[in-house]
């Protein structure tokens, strides 16, 4: 599966362009659209031609990763964890209680509930972040189906309750 136009320009949105490398509130020296990484380094600056570039390629791994986890069942869903794997880290998801609630067929309420759980960054709630994780539980939430049996096999938690 491949990230959604609307996905990448939510996380253009939720990231904001940053044309000079900044510390964020986790600590981490980011430039662009939340670009990290060894090639970042402080008084760097980019364009924004650029940083949607760095951007692609980015999400691009990102996507790579959710898929491997085989979580996703539609294209809103796939969008949702991989802004939110761009967010928090990929490995992060796939440790995550989130990642467990959707494997072992979870209501929509406690999915939504885990999403809701990632709204920290250097021990402070953001306001930033709690926007971030509504749409993502949102959009992973829209379409899907009435049932979200577990992945592999077994009997659902129970039924899926739209907020």
């Known amino acids: ?38 090639d ?5 600056r980019i364009s924004e031609y650029y940083a949607t570039e760095l951007l692609r390629e980015d999400v691009a ?3 790579r990763e959710v898929e491997r986890m ?12 991989v802004s939110f794997a761009f967010n928090v880290g990929a490995e992060r998801l796939r440790r995550s ?4 609630k959707i ?3 979870g209501t929509f309420r406690e ?15 953001l306001p930033g972040l709690e926007r971030r994780r ?7 939430l829209e379409k899907a189906p009435l049932r979200l049996p577990p992945l592999g096999g077994g009997k659902p938690a129970g039924m899926i309750k739209k907020l």
Not at 70 to 81: E, I, S
């Open 134 to 140: 509504e749409w993502e539980a949102e959009r992973f």
């Open 103 to 105: 494997r072992n067929g």
């Open 40 to 44: 970042v380094r402080e008084g760097d």
């Open 61 to 63: 791994k990102v996507a």
């Open 97 to 100: 209680r989130l990642v467990s």
């Open 70 to 81: 085989q979580v996703a069942r539609t294209q809103g869903q796939f969008d949702a964890l």
């Open 1 to 38: 599966m491949k990230i959604s136009d609307i996905a990448l320009e939510k996380i253009k949105e939720f990231e904001g362009l940053r044309t000079e490398a900044y510390r964020c509130p986790g600590g981490v020296l980011t430039i662009g659209y939340g670009h990290t990484g060894g």
């Open 111 to 125: 999915i939504k509930a885990e999403f809701k759980r990632w709204v920290y960054a250097g021990g402070r709630k």
